[in-house]
T-cell receptor, first 112, second 115 residues
């Protein structure tokens, strides 16, 4: 079945460091791909999305490119801030479906 | 505009009891989905309701049920609670069916603890 695999955390970085969180997926058809972020004590917030191959989603300095050939959707940010500390979830929505299938999440801790 | 709201925020129950969780979608949204997030894991899809009809169900036992009301709010019911039902229950709303082009917006969740 469809699934999402994320790199395990926690990822600990110093402020202004470069961030990459790896995400790969398995799906039939043409899924849409998402990154959600969960701050402590809060629900999930959509960070960015891409709905077809080679699309790049971007928001708040974060970027991810839908790579069909490598079935990947890696999250990147050039310079992280302390306020970026959170848990990041990669997710897919199967082509004709409504439900979201999430990875297990990657905790990011940014130190001043 | 108000976002997705859920009640209660926290809930403590004992094994065998029944629980009802509530969700109000964003105004104008017609779809509500429910997810279970066990500590340390990603959310798992439970149900989706669109226009008051069940449109999808995840791999959860029949102890889990839900419904959507004419005002598009929703309830999730869990009977005969087990310790393993302890989790954060998330509600998400979207305008349409919530496919890739239709963003799902999540509420803050209800933290259920089963003792």
């Amino acid at each position: 079945g469809d699934s999402v695999t994320q790199m395990e955390g926690p990822v600990t970085l110093s402020e202004e460091a470069f961030l990459t969180i790896n995400c790969t997926y398995t799906a039939t058809g043409y899924p849409s791909l998402f990154w959600y972020v969960q701050y402590p004590g809060e629900g999930l917030q959509l960070l960015l999305k891409a709905t077809k191959a080679d699309d790049k989603g971007s928001n708040k300095g974060f970027e991810a490119t839908y790579r069909k050939e490598t079935t990947s959707f890696h999250l990147e940010k050039g310079s992280v801030q302390v306020s970026d500390s959170a848990v990041y979830f990669c997710a897919l929505s199967p082509g004709s479906s409504y439900k979201l299938i999430f990875g297990s999440g990657t905790r990011l801790l940014v130190r001043p | 505009d108000a976002g997705v709201t859920q009640s209660p925020t926290h809930l403590i129950k004992t094994r065998g009891q029944h629980v009802t969780l509530r969700c109000s979608p964003i105004s104008g949204h017609k779809s509500v989905s429910w997810y279970q997030q066990v500590l340390g894991q990603g959310p798992q899809f439970i149900f989706q309701y669109y226009e008051k009809e069940e449109r999808g169900r995840g791999n959860f036992p029949d102890r889990f049920s839900a419904r959507q009301f004419p005002n598009y709010s929703s309830e999730l019911n869990v009977n005969a609670l087990l310790l393993g039902d302890s989790a954060l229950y998330l509600c998400a709303s979207s305008w349409g069916m919530g496919s890739g082009t239709d963003t799902q917006y999540f509420g803050p969740g209800t933290r259920l603890t089963v003792l």
